[in-house]
């Protein structure tokens, strides 16, 4: 059996289950009640939902250009594999960072070689931490001049502080090979039976 039609499987497999627990939550909680949330909500979801695009698109090109031009996927596919490393990290509770892995397993199944996709995924969370520090700060400086409040400065800091040391300890193991580690991973992962 192909890798492909393996993933294929998965998801649709997955994709029934969830119907199948969307339905069972349905009818348990009442369709009614159900409804009428959603319509309290109103469009609003659906704006949200819509919005939500825009930085999975912009992450999809950002790390497109991480990828070497003569080995660079489709940015329409690396969309694709981000929106699904995305569902996998947020929906399931004790995969945070198993997105991250489907992403690179999924590059390296669509012809991207292994040690690139895994460089690829690490190299952009490692971007992704950076510049969560930098949008907490800028947060943090626009918070206190609109409010004039500096109550949350100090605890802010310190979390900032406690990012750059997590983002610097990441790159100091990938420094001592963490690349080599994740590609043997990976390795297994699309060479699995």
Same mark, same amino acid.
């Given at each position: 059996?192909?890798?492909?039609?393996?993933?294929?499987l998965?998801?649709?497999?997955?994709?029934?289950g969830?119907?199948?627990?969307?339905?069972?939550?349905?009818?348990?909680?009442?369709?009614?009640?159900?409804?009428?949330?959603?319509?309290t909500?109103?469009?609003?979801?659906?704006?949200?939902?819509?919005f939500h695009?825009?930085?999975?698109?912009?992450d999809?090109?950002?790390?497109?250009?991480?990828?070497p031009?003569?080995q660079?996927?489709?940015?329409?596919?690396?969309l694709?594999?981000?929106w699904?490393?995305?569902?996998?990290?947020?929906?399931?509770?004790?995969a945070a960072?198993?997105g991250?892995?489907?992403r690179?397993?999924?590059?390296a199944i669509?012809?991207?070689?292994?040690?690139?996709?895994?460089?690829s995924?690490?190299?952009?969370i490692?971007?992704g931490?950076?510049?969560?520090?930098?949008?907490?700060?800028?947060?943090?400086?626009?918070?206190?001049?609109?409010?004039g409040?500096?109550?949350?400065?100090?605890?802010?800091l310190i979390g900032?502080?406690l990012? !750059?040391i997590?983002?610097?300890?990441?790159?100091?193991?990938?420094?001592?090979?963490?690349?080599?580690? !994740?590609?043997?991973v990976?390795?297994?992962?699309?060479?699995?039976?």
């Amino acid at each position: 059996m192909k890798a492909r039609w393996k993933i294929k499987l998965t998801i649709y497999l997955l994709g029934f289950g969830g119907a199948a627990l969307f339905t069972v939550l349905l009818i348990r909680q009442g369709a009614t009640s159900v409804g009428t949330a959603v319509a309290t909500a109103g469009w609003g979801i659906a704006a949200v939902a819509a919005f939500h695009f825009v930085p999975i698109f912009l992450d999809a090109i950002a790390w497109w250009v991480l990828f070497p031009r003569e080995q660079r996927p489709r940015w329409q596919s690396l969309l694709w594999m981000r929106w699904i490393g995305e569902a996998i990290s947020n929906l399931v509770p004790s995969a945070a960072v198993g997105g991250d892995i489907v992403r690179a397993r999924l590059a390296a199944i669509n012809g991207a070689p292994m040690a690139t996709a895994a460089a690829s995924v690490i190299v952009d969370i490692t971007l992704g931490i950076f510049t969560q520090v930098a949008f907490t700060l800028l947060g943090l400086a626009l918070l206190v001049s609109a409010t004039g409040h500096g109550s949350l400065v100090r605890p802010t800091l310190i979390g900032a502080l406690l990012g !750059v040391i997590a983002a610097l300890g990441f790159y100091f193991a990938q420094r001592l090979g963490i690349f080599r580690f !994740v590609g043997v991973v990976v390795t297994r992962l699309v060479k699995a039976p």
